[in-house]
């Protein structure tokens, strides 16, 4: 009877009940809270999906992000799944090649057709300089504050990418988490400011078709951009450089099959393996600190300033273009490639249904992307790494 009483028992306490803190409950609540947001208003599902199902996993399972050891008796062990999951985010290896299925699946026609789209997009970065400063005010080391202020261009894999290069690997969790929160978070975060900082007249404007863009230019645009940007800032040649590569697989024609690979199944394999690590990095020891508070706070502030900045840079290029430009297309600014710029085709479209913004604001998204891309460089730079 002893016998059967202590198995039970054992049995017991292997479960998860008799491990977890109230902390693991409210994490555990949390990632069900973004499934919710993903699956029922369709929040970037693809992203969302796998992060709170990893965060969900690590505050039940905790180990299955445990590293690998040598006990006392000199055997050695495996670390848990998830940990050599990360170890692709920590190597910069999933940022990468999300890059290159982003380019891979992105038509840069826009911003080729219109220039001046690099100006909104780099407008919109103010938002990761002035994170930075706050952050520095608000206590963290210079590392740190730059690797948090990039979750203003809303560019999680950039996010990831520069927290690992600059040995911030502690605070990788929470700053990709805030980072791909807030690009899930863009119908609703964006739309407010946008309406606060524009009048209905400006809303209303409707833009010049875009003038067609030759297969000869597609061609050369990434080529070009990868050898000016990587020359002056050569450490952001994993991710500018992977981007412009997986968009000459698009544009080039002779490479049908990257294309189709780089878009698709190598991309939602790496989303996967990139989404559940990053949630699996937010167990309540590592997550509920008063320094993930501040980093959610700088995020949503950056984030809003980036937003906030794209739109009064697309004002004065309305005023200086005699209202030729929808001050609307510069919250696009932001890199969360595409939704900041369906959102400001939804603004523009509330205002006049017959307004058409998506491919004008598509010039300044991708060139928001190209910016958070160099923010990071410049961070770099600034550092030594």
Known sequence: MSYVTDTLSNLMHQTAFFNLTWGNYLMIAVACVFLYLAIKHGFEPLLLVPIAFG????????????????????????GGLLHYFFLMDEWSILPSLIFMGVGAMTDFGPLIANPKSFLLGAAAQIGIYAAYFLAIFMGFSGKAAAAISIIGGADGPTSIFLAGKLGQTALMGPIAVAAYTYMSLVPIIQPPIMKLLTTEEERKIK????RPVSKLEKILFPIVITIVVCLILPTTAP??????LGNLFRECGVVKQ???????????????LLGTSVGATTSAEAFLNLSTLKIVALGLVAFACGTAAGIIFGKIMCKATGGKINPLIGSAGVSAVPMAARVSQKVGAEADPTNFLLMHAMGPNVAGVIGTAVAAGTFMAIFGV
């Open 55 to 78: 965060m969900l996993l690590v505050n039940i399972y905790p180990d299955i992000m445990a590293e690998p050891y040598v006990d006392a008796a000199g055997i050695e062990h495996a």
């Open 207 to 210: 833009m010049e078709q875009l």
């Open 258 to 272: 990257l294309t189709e690979t780089a878009s698709n199944a190598l991309m939602y394999i790496v989303v996967i």
């Open 239 to 244: 991710l500018v450089g992977m981007l412009m």
